[in-house]
Every structure is written in C-alpha cells, then in structure tokens.
DNA sequence: TCTATAAATCAATATATCTTGATATATGCG
DNA sequence: CGCATATATCAAGATATATTGATTTATAGA
C-alpha cells in the first residue's frame, strides 16, 4: 500500500488514536504496561501496535522478553500533523499503571 | 463520529483520493463529469461525494438539477495537510470530459 | 536443557465499509 | 400537470478490518 493512505489507514481506528495520545502523554512505554493501562487483550494490542509500527508512527526497543513502544522521532511532516490534532482530543486517557516494575507482570 | 476521525475515515478510500486530486486539478466539476471522466456508476460516485462532504472537504452548489462539487476553502490545517499530501502523491489522473456541456449527458 | 513469561501470530467470527443495480427525489420544461 | 433528466438514497451481496482465544516464538533463568 502506498505511504500516505497507509498512515492515514492506521489513523482511521480509535484504539489505535488511544494508543498514540498514550504513548504522546507518557514517552516509551512496556507493551505489559499498555496492556494494564489500557485494559486491552494482549492480541488484540498486539495486532495495532504493529499497525502503527508498519505506517511508520512507532519504534520499538526490545530488551530481554519486554519490547518497549515509543512515538517514533522525526514524524514525517503529515504524521506529526495528525499527531498534533490527536494531542487537542477529547480523549478520557487511563492513568499509566506500571505493572512491570513490581513483579506483577504474569500475563 | 469525531471530526478528526471523520476527516481520516474519509481520506481512507483511494477512490476519494482519487476524487480530491481530480477536483484539486480540475477545479469545479458537476457530477456527471465527474461520472465520465473517473468512469465511476452513478451510486458510487455520489456515495464518495457525500462522504467528501460531510467530512468537510467539500462544498455543493446546485444549479437546477446539476450539482457542481469543489474543494471547500479555507480548509482548517489538518485537512489541508492532507490535500498537500494528496497533490504529491503519483497518482494516474484521468483526463475532463466535459459531457454537460454538448448536451451529451444523458444519465 | 527445561520451564516460565512477554510478545507475536494465527484462525474463526463479528463488524464495518464498498460496490452494484434498483428505486426515490427534485428540478425544468412542454 | 406530466414527462425527462440529474442526483441521491436504498438494499443486497462482496470485501476488508477488528476482536477474541489459541498457538507459536523468543528470551531469561533454574
């Protein structure tokens, strides 16, 4: 798919806009954490990470098991456009719950 | 649907990308020449229009039973970006056939 | 090497979107 | 009014995308 409809396609989803204002608001960020955070099955936050990694709106850190998501830097000229109008959202974001710093982590 | 939202979902169709381009090009263009030049039937074609148009990226003005279809403008920043975006893609645009104006057009 | 865990992928189903042909609406004109 | 034409809407089927639970992969540590 071509590069453009490819982002705005990754654009066109309200989880994944969730995804990106969490990510904005809290900097990198464990996919356990996003799990917990979000509330979200770990398929299925899986699956739109991967999205936005592929259009291009996310890097990934892997260390040991863990992978670790983060606003990708520099966002193309459109891409931090978008990024931009979903920072002025009315979003009701879930406060950040770090379950991978205490052992609580058994998914 | 939320604006922001609705503005993606509507860039989210190559046909209405194509539709955008076209009408960038070609400035004010009514349906049926519309019809003829992008090759479209009828229903899909005003299906896109109207999907164009409620998500803000275009404006209607009917002339008897003709509808003539233009880029709104101003746009607001974002769409604007996007239609930037649009302008640049390497897209194969079909050349005006202007049918309403030889009494050619009978739907 | 074996086990446990974090993350990715797969398969089935559910849901949304697109396309087409048929029908409805609206305007102009005899 | 009644017909013809331009456009809009509807209904059915086709296609794409999302969700879920199950399975697979990869890494760390015993």
Redesign the pocket.
Known sequence: MEVFLKSV?AL?????ILILRFLDVNGET????L?ASLE????????????LKDAGFLR?E???????YSIRSPLDRFRSEALEEIKCLPIELPPLRKI?ENGE???
């Open positions: 396609s066109n989803d309200e989880t994944r464990c996919v356990c954490d799990q979200m099955i770990q398929s299925r936050l899986s699956r739109h990470l991967k999205i990934v892997r260390k040991g098991t863990w992978a670790y991978s982590c058994k998914i």
